[in-house]
């Protein structure tokens, strides 16, 4: 059974491109190393340009072995440059019982 994540990328200034990038490349890089499911992603973008990202890991097993995988490593110490990775209710949306998000198509 996976397991659904939502996370939320703050972008550093001036690096709002390069978090775009990195957000359409991170699931495929997932896929590729067998760490996410087929099941699409969702990527949305908050008021103060937070992107918030949904997608499903396989299991439970492949976080743990994520932090073991060079390609996975890398593309995480690239997150480390582009962005701070903030709890959800830290987004201005959070407090909505219906929060709205501008889509990102991936």
Known sequence: MGII????????????????DLT???????????????????????ADGTIVEVFEWVSHEAIEHAHKNLAVI???KRY???????????????SNIFPGFEPIYL
């Open 5 to 20: 994540v939502v996370v939320a990328y703050k972008p550093k200034p001036g690096m709002e491109a390069a978090l775009l």
């Open 24 to 46: 359409r490349e991170h699931v495929p890089v997932l896929r590729k190393e067998g760490l996410a499911t087929e099941r699409p992603p969702t990527a949305m973008r908050s």
């Open 74 to 76: 890398e593309m995480w």
């Open 80 to 94: 480390g440059v582009a962005c701070d990775i903030v709890p959800l209710n830290t987004l201005a949306e959070s």
